[in-house]
């Protein structure tokens, strides 16, 4: 079975900076794509971020420019750093990747998500 973990969440204050992780584990063979969300109460997820195996990137405009999603593809950790946060940002934050996992002799590609991790931007 594979899980996939976040970790960094907390309070901060407006114009701080946190970092975000993401952990993927089991019997992964390939991460393809991972991605992170964020969803405030009463609102729908919101795509924020990607990265590929490949390297290439995707940001939202909104935080584009002030946040960073980075691999450390030997520990299967996926990060986002977030800086000059605003305290409309505050949302829980979750990780999907897609992956390709051993499942009894076979292997299937599908998209795993996190728990998510509290984000709270005070002003």
């Known amino acids: 079975q594979v899980q996939v973990q976040e970790s960094g969440g907390g309070l901060v204050q407006s114009g701080g900076s946190l970092r975000l992780s993401c952990v993927a584990s089991g019997r992964i063979i390939n991460i393809y794509t991972m991605r992170w969300f964020r969803q405030a109460p009463g609102q729908q997820r919101e795509l924020i971020a990607t990265i590929t195996d490949g390297g290439d990137t995707y940001y939202l405009d909104a935080i584009k420019g002030r946040s960073t999603i980075s691999t450390d593809n030997a520990k299967n950790t996926i990060y986002l750093q977030m800086n000059n946060l605003k305290p409309e940002e505050t949302a829980k934050y979750y990780c999907?990747?897609?992956?390709?996992?051993?499942?009894?002799?076979?292997?299937?590609?599908?998209?795993?998500w996190g728990q998510g991790t509290q984000v709270t931007v005070s002003s």
């Open positions: 999907n990747a897609d992956i390709q996992a051993r499942i009894d002799g076979s292997s299937i590609v599908k998209g795993y």
